[in-house]
């Protein structure tokens, strides 16, 4: 079985092949008739462990504009309430004939668990703070369809790396692609290998944008948060918050992009996330014609 862990295990030709499929797709859902009938003998499982709102409903939109048959599951009206295991609700899941499974949980690992123990496709849509794979994907395409390369770009990630999934898998996507990487955040919210990830760290958020091309902004994940981090969300919003008044000290245009959901004036005021310099809503289009690229190739319906 084919299975889209994490970035980390793809190389460059595989998300040159995801881009370009993700290219005339996107062609396709921005036709009046946006369904492909390619996965019409495929039944895809929605897994969900963890909240999602972008994730869940584009993977959700993406197999149905593929003609898959499609359930979904969510573990907060499931089973999992009485007891029931990850392996269990999956094999009972898949007993009903599904042929791939897309999977969040808040457990590193999980997917990798499930891989090894069922016969079905899996994608990662998120496990814990290990990797968010399609984000990664859906973030690197917005950012190939406005400047045309990677080469060289600069991307500065900015927040909580410590908790990020998204920062993790965007590391990895943005180097593979040519791109230099900066982290910048506290020293509280950098995770202890974060140099060994081969990316320049800034604890000063003002330095990073005028160093930057991109800033993708990072949310304060207080639900990963199992002590009380310095900063508070208040002087976090102080020191790391991006508004338009600290934009205008940059001496260039710099793309501003965020996974969402945003916390609206903590990491990222309005006058910034709303303006013609942010491309966070063409990220979520961008995402439903990614999860169709990678289904499509991992399904191996191509040619
Ligand atoms: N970007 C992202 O993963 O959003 P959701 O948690 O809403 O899916």
């Known amino acids: 079985q084919k299975h889209l862990l994490g970035i980390k295990d793809i190389t460059k030709a595989d998300m040159d092949l995801i881009f370009q499929t993700a290219k005339s797709f996107k062609e396709v859902i921005n036709r009046p008739i946006k369904k492909v009938p390619s996965l019409r003998d495929i039944t895809i499982a929605n897994v969900f462990f963890e909240n999602s709102t972008r994730t869940r409903l584009s993977f959700e939109l993406a197999e149905k504009r593929l003609s898959a048959d499609v359930i979904n599951f969510s573990s907060s009206s499931s089973s999992v309430k009485k007891g029931e295991t990850l392996l269990d609700t999956v094999n009972n899941i898949l007993a009903m004939k599904v042929d791939m499974v897309v999977m969040r949980h808040s457990s590193p690992g999980a997917p990798h668990f499930l891989a090894k123990h069922i016969d079905a496709n899996i994608v990662n849509a998120g496990d814990g703070t290990h990797e968010h794979p399609t984000q990664a994907l859906l973030d690197t395409f917005s950012i190939l ?65 005028q160093w930057c091309d991109v800033a993708n902004v990072l949310r304060i994940q207080l639900e990963r948060q199992q002590i009380k981090y310095f900063p508070s969300l208040r002087e976090y919003s102080l020191y790391y918050g991006i508004n ?60």
């Open 244 to 303: 338009k008044r600290l934009l205008s000290e940059i001496d260039h245009q710099i793309t501003i992009m965020h996974p969402g959901p945003i916390n609206r004036g903590v990491e990222l005021n309005s006058d910034v996330a709303d303006s013609d310099h942010s491309i966070i809503l063409e990220q979520v289009e961008n995402g439903v014609a990614v999860r169709m690229a990678v289904l499509y190739l991992l399904a191996g319906k191509q040619g």
């Open 145 to 209: 369809e406005k400047y045309g390369t990677l080469d060289n770009l600069k991307v500065a990630i900015i927040g909580d790396i410590l908790h990020s999934r998204v920062a993790i898998s965007n590391i990895f996507a943005l180097k593979k692609m040519g791109a230099q990487v900066m982290v910048c955040g506290p020293n509280t919210l950098l995770p202890k290998y974060i140099a060994e990830l081969g990316v320049r760290v800034e604890l000063d958020v003002k330095k990073a944008l």
